[in-house]
């Protein structure tokens, strides 16, 4: 099983960015797929939610309406558009994958973790 998260850089505030979850060694349907970050000092926090079934997607509110998750199931890739960046935005990303059981959906607690990508924001 692996997850390979990439993309990140350093960026200008009010700039963008694409991060990529690269997915191997699992049924990829059968799992959603979140976006998480970490900033320096704070705990790690769900920044969205994809399930690759049905395309259902979820943000954090501090992210709504600037970024945007999306699938190509054929490369089981999961992509996190990030545009209009901001300083607060500053962080490691880190893509992780969750068993989705019968009808259920939800990116926590995940089954695997990718790498981690750092996105830095300069203000």
């Known amino acids: 099983v692996r997850l390979v998260d990439s993309g990140g850089g350093l960026v200008q505030a009010g700039g963008s960015l694409r991060l990529s979850c690269a997915a191997s060694?699992?049924?990829?349907?059968?799992?959603?797929i979140g976006w998480f970050r970490q900033a320096p000092g704070k705990e790690r926090e769900e920044v969205s939610c994809?399930?690759?079934?049905?395309?259902?997607?979820d943000y954090a509110d501090s992210v709504k309406g600037r970024f945007t998750v999306s699938s190509d199931n054929a490369k089981n890739t999961v992509y996190l558009q990030m545009n209009s960046l901001k300083a607060e935005d500053t962080a490691v990303y880190y893509c992780?994958?969750?068993?989705?059981?019968?009808?259920?959906?939800?990116?926590?607690?995940?089954?695997?973790w990718g790498q981690g990508t750092q996105v830095t924001v300069s203000s």
């Open positions: 992780a994958a969750t068993h989705q059981w019968g009808s259920s959906y939800g990116c926590y607690p995940p089954d695997y």
């Open positions: 060694g699992f049924a990829f349907g059968d799992y959603a």
């Open positions: 994809m399930s690759t079934n049905d395309g259902r997607t």
